[in-house]
Nanobody, 114 residues
Framework: QVQLVESGGGLVQAGGSLRLSCAAS????????MGWYRQAPGKQRKLVAR???????TYADSVKGRFTISRNDAKNTMYLQMNSLKPEDTAVYYC????????WGQGTQVTVSS
């Protein structure tokens, strides 16, 4: 049974930082490409950042230079360090395991106040 559990969301002022974590179980984490997506109210879910098993990273243009995706295979955990947060970063952030048909976590709310 695959489980992805996000944590680390919350309320922060513009310019602040948050670190999201995604703890995975039930998959061979070390060979899995992983990603962070976000969904704002009334909008489609979109890719924020992606990291391959070889640590190659990809970022949405809107977060380049502010967000950093990383992974710790020994802990089966992926991270998203978010700096210089903006109100437009407000969304539910989802962890995604890009194996098989794909798996999703339950999401964690990030709210950035102006």
């Amino acid at each position: 049974q695959v489980q992805l559990v996000e944590s680390g969301g919350g309320l922060v002022q513009a310019g602040g930082s948050l670190r999201l974590s995604c703890a995975a179980s039930g998959i061979i984490f070390s060979i899995s490409a992983m990603g962070w997506y976000r969904q704002a109210p009334g909008k489609q879910r979109k890719l924020v950042a992606r990291i391959t098993s070889g640590d190659t990273t990809t970022y949405a243009d809107s977060v380049k230079g502010r967000f950093t995706i990383s992974r710790n295979d020994a802990k089966n955990t992926m991270y998203l360090q978010m700096n210089s947060l903006k109100p437009e970063d407000t969304a539910v952030y989802y962890c995604n395991a890009q194996v098989g048909n794909g798996y999703w976590g339950q999401g964690t709310q990030v709210t950035v106040s102006s």
